[in-house]
């Protein structure tokens, strides 16, 4: 399997697994429980991993969010945890979902050891929240359900990086994206615009999707042709 390839088969699961725990109720239980509210925990746990930056840089690293939606939930989260103690949290509520959540059927330690080989030697240009997620403390090795989706969400950010600026390249705006991809999360991302008319947009997200799947297929030429038709199979039998 070659790596563009394997970057094709594996993009719904690494797009989807992760967020499941996002989506949550735990999740979203833990961040009123710390005293987040709505949206709120989402911002500052994932883009709280930048550190304490201005707004707009997390408005850079979301890209498919409305900056205002950002700027408020960044605003008004300053003041519950630090930035850092945020990320932790988020990565934190990644690894009980996944204790919690995820089957016996699959071999998680091999798993997690593919995914940590990527990770671990992928290039962090122009995937600022891939770069700061890899400074979180990793789950032990012992723990390999939660180690697998702290290394899959890592994998998540590089690739979501590789996306928008896939989709900035091809002309569509970040609205337009999500238009074809979710629309029916563009009003949960908090767009109060309606979403636009997909279809003439499609070939142009289409193209943006191969170009991402040859960015990501490069970090995924780490592997070996077996080694990476073993990920893309070990990731079908999560989905």
């Given at each position: 399997m070659t790596p563009e390839q394997a970057a094709h088969e594996a993009r719904n699961a690494i797009v989807s697994l992760p967020g499941r725990f996002m989506l949550d109720p735990a999740t979203h239980a833990r961040g009123a429980e710390l005293g987040f509210e709505g949206f709120d925990f989402y911002a500052a746990g994932r883009g709280g991993a930048l550190g304490d930056v201005p707004a707009d840089v997390v408005v850079s690293a979301f890209v498919f969010f409305p900056?205002?939606?950002?700027?408020?939930?960044?605003?008004?989260?300053?003041?519950?945890?630090?930035?850092?103690?945020?990320a932790e949290e988020w990565a934190r509520c990644a690894h009980a979902w996944a204790r919690a959540n995820l089957g016996d059927e699959t071999d998680w330690a091999r798993l997690s050891d593919l995914l940590g080989r990527v990770v671990s030697r992928a290039d962090v240009a122009g995937?600022?929240?891939?770069?700061?997620?890899?400074?979180?403390?990793?789950?032990?090795?012992?723990?390999?359900?939660?180690?697998?989706?702290?290394?899959?969400?890592?994998?998540?950010?590089?690739?979501?990086?590789?996306?928008?600026?896939?989709?900035?390249?091809?002309?569509?705006?970040?609205?337009?994206?999500?238009?074809?991809r979710a629309p029916q999360m563009v009003p949960i991302m908090g767009w109060t615009d309606p979403p636009r008319d997909p279809e003439p947009l499609r070939d142009r997200w289409q193209l943006a999707e191969a170009r991402t799947d040859r960015m990501l297929g490069r970090h995924l030429s780490v592997l070996d042709d077996t080694e990476r038709k073993e990920l893309v199979e070990a990731l079908g039998n999560t989905e």
């Open positions: 900056p205002a939606t950002v700027h408020a939930a960044w605003e008004r989260s300053a003041s519950v945890l630090s930035r850092r103690n945020a995937a600022p929240l891939f770069a700061a997620w890899r400074t979180l403390p990793e789950p032990a090795s012992d723990d390999a359900k939660a180690l697998t989706i702290h290394r899959l969400n890592a994998l998540r950010e590089l690739r979501g990086a590789l996306h928008g600026a896939a989709v900035l390249t091809v002309g569509l705006t970040p609205l337009e994206a999500a238009s074809v």
